[in-house]
Every structure is written in structure tokens, then in C-alpha cells.
């Protein structure tokens, strides 16, 4: 596809090409969010180490990494979804081409979000029960309970945003923001 060719696919949707630049824009930020709790789970477990060595510890490392390892998850599902990084059967999807892989993506497209929604509106009602019931985690912490929720939710309805602007990608043939072999800056080159 020529660029001129793209630009007139752009200029007729828009709409969507918008709502896609704008929801990878906001997967690009839940991962850089998802990067930052990774390195805090290697501080934590390096102040640890330390504090072992002292006869001492935090008493909260192994709650606190589940829980930066449950947020690191969701926060990047979204991104690893635009680079295709998520494990994907293509048995019949790899065997076709034009309209008919473009009808059967966008199905599995709608299958996928009517998924993700229902459990990102799952997880943030419970992140909204705990917040309101002020549950906290049973270690010396007490960390509130809604905050691990709270971003485990907002990791899953990135993802469903980002699966609704594959899905009208699909539907519209639209070009995506990363073209195919690209490198990201997020990425790193190896």
C-alpha cells in the first residue's frame, strides 16, 4: 500500500484512525507503567537480599511482587497485543487472505472484547467493593486491597480498548500505528 494510498484511508476514517493513535498511546503509557513496577520488584527483592544479610526484612516482599507482577501482566496486555506478542492459534486464520481473514478476524475480534470486557467490569467492581468496604491485605502492610485491583482493572480495559481498535481496523482495512516490522522505542534491540 503506497502512502498516498494510506493517507486516503486515514482521511475517510478518521474517527478510528484517532481512537487507534489515542488507545496505543495509552497502551504505550500502561506499559512504561508496567516496565516501572518491574523495576521496583527488583529494588524490593535487592533491599531483601540486604536486609537478610543484616538479620532483617520488609516481612511484605512476597506480597508486594505478586502484586507488581499481577499489574505489570494487565498493564502490558494491550501493548503486547499491538506487537502480536500474545500466543495466537492461526490454523485458519493463517490459511486465508482479503475479505474473508479480514470477516473472520473481526469476529474473533468481538468474541475477544465481549471476553475482556466482562472481566475488566468484574475486576473493577470488586477494586470498587474493596474500596468501599476499605479491605486491606492481611500482612503488617495493610495495603488496600483496591489498589492492586484497581490497576488490574485499568490493565484489562486497556486491552479491551486496544482489542475494539484492532477489531475496527479490521472492519474499516485500516492501516495499524505500528507498521509491520517497525521497532518500537519500547523495545529494545537485541
Known amino acids: 500500500m503506497s502512502a498516498s494510498d494510506t493517507r486516503d ?104 472484547l465481549a471476553v475482556t470486557s466482562q472481566i475488566a467490569l468484574v475486576i473493577g467492581r470488586t477494586a470498587l467493593r474493596s474500596f468501599e468496604r476499605g479491605r486491606t491485605s492481611s500482612s503488617v502492610a495493610e495495603i488496600p486491597l483496591w489498589i492492586p485491583e484497581a490497576v488490574c482493572a485499568a490493565g484489562m480495559t486497556i486491552f479491551s480498548l486496544q482489542v475494539l481498535a484492532w477489531t475496527l481496523r479490521q472492519i474499516f482495512d485500516l492501516p495499524g500505528p505500528v507498521p509491520p516490522g517497525e521497532i518500537d522505542p519500547l523495545q529494545n534491540d537485541l
Do not use: K, W
Not at 482521511?11 to 489515542?22: C, E, H, K, S, T
Not at 529494588?43 to 540486604?50: D, F, N, P, Q
Not at 499481577?70 to 485458519?92: C, M, P
Not at 486464520?93 to 475477544?112: F, K, M, Q, W
Open 9 to 112: 484511508i486515514a482521511g475517510r476514517n478518521r474517527p478510528a484512525m484517532l481512537f487507534q493513535r489515542g488507545v496505543y498511546a495509552l497502551s504505550q503509557a500502561a506499559a512504561a507503567v508496567a516496565a516501572l513496577l518491574v523495576v521496583g520488584m527488583v529494588l524490593h527483592i535487592l533491599l531483601e537480599i540486604a536486609l537478610r544479610m543484616v538479620d532483617r526484612s520488609t516481612f511484605v516482599l512476597d506480597e508486594v511482587v505478586g502484586y507488581a507482577i499481577a499489574g505489570a501482566t494487565f498493564l502490558s496486555l494491550g501493548y503486547a497485543f499491538e506487537h502480536s506478542a500474545l500466543v495466537r492459534v492461526g490454523l485458519l486464520v493463517d490459511r486465508l487472505s482479503g475479505r474473508p481473514r479480514r470477516a473472520l478476524e473481526t469476529i474473533c475480534g468481538l468474541a475477544t
